[in-house]
């Protein structure tokens, strides 16, 4: 499978980062909730210097019902949250 393409540069995004941690959230009335921790890989244009994170595992690190959420939070300290459906 090729690697992923910057349309702008029409440049290879090469990997900058493996196993970057970022937070899913979710809608929670007019807010947004804490609601998955994700390992993922970040790539960057050598370009433009724009970046994407993919290669997400099955699974997610930990989901907010369970118990040991926060300290999972806590441990792998997620890059940031995505507040999107």
Known sequence: MPKPV???CRLF???KKNGLTIEEGC???DEW???KLWHGDLWACR???AEI????????LAEHYEP????MKARFAP????DDC
């Open 6 to 8: 910057c349309v702008r």
């Open 13 to 15: 995004f090469k990997p």
């Open 27 to 29: 809608p929670d009335g």
């Open 33 to 35: 909730a804490p609601y």
């Open 47 to 49: 370009g433009c210097g």
């Open 53 to 60: 994170v993919i290669g997400f595992a099955l699974h997610p």
């Open 68 to 71: 040991c959420y926060a300290d």
């Open 79 to 82: 890059a940031f949250r995505v």
